[in-house]
Nanobody, 118 residues
């Protein structure tokens, strides 16, 4: 059974940085796309960034230029480097692993809180 565990969240002042990590247990192949999502109170869960097994990335326009997603397949770990944080980045951040055929595999972590103060 695949488990995803996020870490690295916390409280930071505006302009600061955090690095989130998502560690996967169980079998996750490189064909899975890894993504980071976030959900602020009263808001819909939104895609922040994703990265394919081949290293192709995509970012939400709101974080482009500030956040960087990366993965280390050998370590089964995905990262989200967050720089120049803004109060509007405050949310619970979730890691996701999705097979190209989602019914085969679509896994979520428990989330980690990121709070940015002004």
């Amino acid at each position: 059974q695949v488990q995803l565990v996020e870490s690295g969240g916390g409280l930071v002042q505006a302009g600061g940085s955090l690095r989130l990590s998502c560690a996967a247990s169980g079998t996750i192949s490189s064909i899975y796309t890894m993504g980071w999502y976030r959900q602020a109170p009263g808001k819909q869960r939104e895609l922040v960034a994703f990265i394919t097994g081949g290293g192709m990335t995509n970012y939400a326009s709101s974080v482009k230029g500030r956040f960087t997603i990366s993965r280390d397949n050998a370590k089964s770990t995905t990262y989200l480097q967050m720089n120049s944080l803004k109060p509007e980045d405050t949310a619970v951040y979730y890691c996701n692993a999705k097979h190209p055929i989602s019914s085969i595999g679509n896994y979520w972590g428990q989330g980690t809180q990121v709070s940015v103060s002004s």
